[in-house]
């Protein structure tokens, strides 16, 4: 397939998308799931050879877990696609209602951005989560999966086109697959509105530096949590100790750990040892190793993420430092204060510049499902248009109608017409 | 003065305007104010001597009209100041407010960008207008105007620089001076969140091509009218007047008349002649010239932006004719059709992939201050973040706060905890 047609069909495809009903986006997301469940000994064959190709190649237990696609995960990417049927349509609200003079009205009104491009990790069912995503808010939408997850990406992919047919314009989707494709979206900034690339840091960097279609997702996850003085020890341990293990490879695991200088004897042991326990190995800066015997953190540790079992740890003197620090080396994805003072809490809160700024929890949270969205096609770490987990909302933009019955500017200049700037209801 | 190091102060500038409340940032607009008044003099002898080097280098009337600064501009931008005073803070808005679990709630709170670099025209309003925008909004800018007004801008600054001392943290606004600076400004990626270039459609083009910094505003305007079969001819021909000749050389005048065919003969020669009355020169396709005399239009004309009183025409069948023509020709600025039948206006809006669709008025009446938006630092026909005039709303993106008692991932995946998912009031 050349990727060139396929974005050209997806841009006709996405003028038709818009002016679906959401009756038909819905019915669009059930014959998904029909075709998925009148598919699925097709999927699972084609799921067992990439398992196969993928152990040849010797794939880490973790990207085996994430390859396979059985009967479980079939249940849930159906169950996801009826949660999805059901949310409410973010197409065609309006958000500014305006009389600008006497019978000449200002709506704006959302709608799809149109095409987007996404590349993915090698879960299969994301494949379903971003495509469903796409069709309910109205995007036509070219997709690249892993490598390894080929064969079933293709099934899915056949699923879905038959299970839409009819329904969707022609065009509506397409799998890219192969690296060359991807390079090859890059250049189509006439019919690609928006590229979310999800990844490895260097293979995001990459496609923001060669690409002049928008790019919306984030390169790394160096999230940070700070223990206040004023933090319960209990609580921040137990806090730092999920930020950090509950899942290692992650982009929104702490990798810094900020610690004031008060707190400092009390909290570091108790948290060293609670961490060393989960097998975190622990890189400090001169203070710490005063205090507690870990290994030396330098200047490049502050800046690395480690999607690891490794924890960088550094003292402080107040709020305003660690708020410093991490604004210089930080993200800008999720940063966590651990305080029961609230002035600290809301200096934490106004100063630091990340999509997530949280109190008192773990960094782990910043997730769409977790904020409750339905799904995500990915998280933002850039500050224009979505920021932090991105959900349908984010896949929308927005138009103005302006409605009249012949006005004109010039009308306005010669004072024949004046205008109220009025908010309708 | 180095660019890098005025990039990099409005970067720490940014994070300290943050965290100001919007008293102290209406008192920096009145600062503003005052100061200005203070300064007039010097203003007004600054901008005499722009206007003399301007007259020597023998700059057209209606941009020597665009440079002066004077006692009524001076009012202009006074009142501007006090109105936008008055405006609600754009910051701290909560726009979602949702329980994650008990004792867990997000929040999705408005906030500014950062830091934003606006490279504007000849106007040296502009610049008081760009700036105090960016302060309301708690955005630091780095601000460069036309070369012709270098004295008047440099004087304004001051005056600007000195109202607001002791009020906003250094380095919230300067001065680039030359072409040279908006270069070194587009490698400033790590201290500047976005550009918005104003300007001729090769130089927006320039800067989007040599910036990985995200960039908002608009390349072309080639803006389109479309009467349709239901048209009432009257209203067409004072709308088409109105979108063609109320000003020349911006971006909202309609470059492009489509007409369809069945009213074309009714139409064309009043509009025709209505126009030339105006001194447009009008350039048709085969099937237009076939009803009236003019110059023939190429393939070509379609995808120019005359700026000048120029205006080609195209006949077409069908509203959906009209909409492809648009959608593959136009630059999604602004698109108006001009029709009874609702069927067809509702196709328009639906179908049209621009920032602003209208029904029945002007092409000219895209603008912030039309709008009702106060004023606008720029027009955007990207699709991401803002879309169309961009006002105090566009300044701002959000953060996500989420604030617990000690929450953790793994205490929802054993269940301890429950998603609620429940909306705050």
């Avoid at 973010?90 to 200002?106: D, I, K, S, Y």
């Avoid at 293709?154 to 390079?183: C, F, H, N, Q, S």
């Avoid at 540790?301 to 708020?323: F, M, P, R």
């Avoid at 349908?392 to 004072?415: A, F, I």
Wanted: net charge negative; aromatic share 6%.
């Amino acid at each position: 397939m050349q990727v060139k047609e396929a974005a050209a069909a997806a841009r006709q495809a996405a003028y038709a998308l818009a002016q679906l009903t959401h009756e038909q986006r819905i019915a669009a997301l059930q014959g998904m799931a029909q075709a998925l469940k009148a598919h699925a000994q097709v999927i699972f064959a084609a799921n067992r050879e990439d398992m196969q190709s993928a152990q040849a190649e010797n794939l880490t237990a973790p990207l085996m877990r994430r390859l396979k696609f059985d009967e479980r995960k079939l249940q849930d990417v159906i169950t996801g696609l009826f949660s999805l049927s059901g949310l409410p349509d973010p197409l065609g609200q309006t958000t500014l209602a305006r009389e600008l003079t006497p019978g000449l009205n200002l709506y704006r009104v959302s709608c799809p951005i149109g095409v987007i491009g996404v590349v993915f990790e090698s879960r299969p069912d994301a494949l379903v989560q971003i495509a469903s995503l796409c069709v309910k808010s109205g995007n036509a939408v070219l997709l690249k999966g892993g490598r390894e997850a080929l064969r079933t990406n293709r099934a899915l992919m056949a699923a879905l086109t038959e299970g839409t047919k009819g329904i969707l314009p022609d065009g509506w989707g397409a799998l890219l697959e192969t690296r060359e494709d991807v390079t090859d979206m890059l250049s189509q900034d006439q019919s690609i509105d928006l590229i979310i690339p999800r990844g490895s840091n260097a293979f995001v960097r990459y496609i923001m530096d060669h690409t002049h279609i928008p790019v919306m997702g984030h390169a790394d996850g160096i999230c940070h949590t700070y223990v206040d003085a004023s933090a319960e020890v209990d609580m921040a341990v137990r806090v730092v100790v999920d930020a950090k293990t509950q899942a290692l490879a992650v982009c929104n695991a702490t990798e810094t750990l900020l610690v004031h200088r008060d707190i400092a004897p009390a909290f570091l042991p108790v948290c060293a040892s609670a961490l060393k326990e989960k097998g975190v190995e622990l890189r400090g800066d001169d203070e710490t190793r005063q205090i507690m015997d870990c290994l030396p953190a330098t200047d490049a540790d502050w800046a690395t993420e480690y999607l690891d079992a490794i924890l960088s740890i550094k003292i402080v003197g107040s709020v305003e430092e660690a708020i410093r620090h991490i604004n210089r080396y930080g993200s800008h994805h999720t940063d966590a204060i651990i305080a029961s003072d609230e002035t600290a809490q809301r200096r934490f809160l106004a100063g630091i510049d990340s999509a997530g700024v949280y109190v008192n929890c773990s960094t782990r949270f910043a997730d769409g499902y977790r904020y409750g969205f339905g799904a995500e096609v990915g998280i933002s770490t850039g500050k224009l248009h979505a920021r932090g987990p991105v959900g349908l909302e984010g896949l929308c933009t927005y138009k103005y109608h302006l409605l009249g019955s012949g006005q004109t500017v010039e009308d306005t200049v010669t004072g024949k017409i004046q205008y109220t700037h009025r908010d309708l209801d």
